[in-house]
């Protein structure tokens, strides 16, 4: 069973930094394109910030200059680095690994989420 583990989740204050961590399996991990998503109360779950296995970004606008996604290969980690947060972005952070076994299967997995509250 494939499961990704979220990290570094907590309570921090406005104009704060905190740094996520997902650990995944590297099976998973080397083949894939990695992700952080979002969800706060009452909101659909948004997409933050991905970065592939060769390494380009996307940053969603509210986080762009924010945010920086990266990837340690050595450690089969995917971080978010998040500095200057505010109150909007509370909400549970997902990592997320999406690829292909094979021409035909493809795999979209997910962790089970931390929790970001950021104080005013």
């Known amino acids: 069973q494939v499961q990704l583990v979220e990290s570094g989740g907590g309570l921090v204050q406005s104009g704060g930094s905190l740094r996520l961590s997902c650990a995944t399996p590297?099976?998973?991990?080397?083949?894939?394109?990695m992700g952080w998503y979002r969800q706060a109360p009452g909101k659909e779950r948004e997409l933050v910030a991905t970065?592939?296995?060769?390494?380009?970004?996307y940053y969603v606008d509210s986080v762009k200059g924010r945010f920086t996604i990266s990837r340690d290969n050595a450690k089969n980690t995917v971080d978010l680095q998040m500095t200057s947060l505010k109150p909007e972005d509370t909400a549970v952070y997902y990592c997320?690994?999406?690829?292909?076994?094979?021409?035909?299967?493809?795999?979209?997995?997910w962790g089970q989420g931390t929790q970001v509250t950021v104080s005013s």
């Open positions: 590297r099976r998973i991990f080397v083949n894939s394109d």
């Open positions: 970065i592939t296995n060769f390494d380009s970004t």
């Open positions: 997320n690994a999406r690829g292909y076994y094979n021409v035909e299967a493809k795999y979209d997995y």
